[in-house]
């Protein structure tokens, strides 16, 4: 049976909603459950999972979708549901439905996850009472996006998104964010996944951070115009701890960029740059060191700190190597790359790999202003060698984001293996205490089924992270997976496969 229970005329935030959404999942009796407010896209994606939603649901309802199989589990999961909901599902002592209900010098920070017409509200509310601001929200417009962060500056606050994917701040992890080990990096950021491999990538090469500032993937455009990450900038040439600044972001306005490497020629502390997109020529005539890939970006902070090149990842020679090795294995009929990411700017980054390594291998994908792959026809199904962005809007508007339950992509990785075609998959591992809790082991079944494809994984997660960063690896590998050091290795692995499964082919 699938029944839609409201709670009426009560809101929690969209992360908490699908946190609680797969906790459902794991009660037995229960083949499905969706937590979601009342809005147009959460009830036209009920009504395409076969769920009948009531007819007098409005956005300011949430809706508890269950399919299970007796009508007494149904009422049970709706009472535990409504429970943790309204608990907070934090087990905190005390719940705020208002910034006002704060006292003064109560907190350092406020993370904001509502709907754009009212996290404004509050986030401004946050700043008046001295409060740093994280915005987990993503509807607010680029005017008022500036207008926020504008104030916030002047008033001496960290504002953090809106649309701010990952933050560290004082050793707490925000959002999608890891764990990591302290140290003399920091690290200002427009790209959340971006800011959190190199992250994961310095702490794995020996070395910390002393925060993540996410400023929000738009800061960097014109109407924005890099208000937080120059703010930052200043903020962490005054740090003490801070010894390194790292800039993330992807490629954005020219002229934004442009102020912001001027802000940095400015500081006396080293500052690294990754623009992903970007060519040599925004770096020239500036003092930071421009890298273009994310590990790049996280080698020459540390050769920073060490005077040492660093070594992380396979040497050309084994690259080389383990792609023959992998060519050996698939079938005559295999001739394709799937890729199926959760990480906006590692979908981006191995696109633009792809692009360089192999130019002449058309791909395909979901996201819109890439320049290089063509869009797909349906996000649905796959064309020829394709690329898809799991956490873009296509997916979901119709489900969680897969970085907090993993079952979309669980579906889509089954499909490409049962494709004939398809030779090569490639995906990404998120961790953090803000994700999913076991975002790798519903994978492995699939995989030890179809030992005739190529999967290659490349974690992102830090070494506390509670998903065991380690344990994740060594069963992954034990079920046939190839496991590598970081997305940017992973497209370098999989375009010098495609090079030569498409040589062989062609032979």
Known sequence: MKEVFLLKNRYVDSVTLMTVAVELTEIGGVDGAECGMGTRPNIDMLK???????????????????????????????????????????????????????????????????????ALKEAYKAIDKGMHV?????????????????????????????????????????????IVDFGPVGIIGASGSGSQEVACLIEQMGYGVTCILGTGGRDLKKPVGGVSMMADIDRLEQDEDTKIICLVSMLADRGVMEEVLKKADTLTKPVVAVFLGAGPELYEGHKVIGTYDLTEAAKACVKLITDEEPDIGLTDEEREKLADECVAKLAPGRKYFRGIYTGGTFAEEALMTFRKEAPDMLMHT?????????????????????????????????????????????????????????ALVAMDIILGPGVAADPASCYLPIAREHPDVITVISVCGGKWDPQGKDKIKKEMREAGVIVVESDHESAMLCSAIMKKLEARNHE
């Open 134 to 178: 994280f915005m987990f929200t993503a509807d607010i417009s680029l005017e008022e996006e500036h207008d926020l962060k504008v104030y916030a500056r002047d008033h001496g606050c960290l504002m953090m998104g809106p649309d701010a994917g990952v933050g560290l701040v004082g050793g707490l992890c925000m959002a999608a964010g890891s």
């Open 366 to 422: 979901n996201r819109d202003n890439t320049e290089y792959a063509v869009r797909l026809k349906s996000h649905k199904k796959s064309e020829g060698n394709s690329l898809i962005d799991i956490g873009d809007l296509d997916f979901t508007a119709e489900a969680p984001h897969t970085v907090f339950d993993p079952t979309q992509r669980v579906l889509r990785y089954r499909q490409e293996l049962s494709d004939p075609e398809t």
């Open 48 to 118: 395409g999972l076969g769920y009948e939603v009531p007819a007098d649901v409005t956005q300011n309802d949430i809706m508890i979708a269950v399919d299970a199989a007796e009508e007494k589990t149904f009422r049970e999961v709706c009472d535990f549901a409504e429970k943790e909901l309204s608990a907070g599902h934090s087990g905190r002592s005390k719940t705020y439905h208002d910034v006002d209900d704060m006292d003064d010098g109560e907190f350092d920070i406020v993370q904001i996850s509502i709907p754009g017409e009212y």
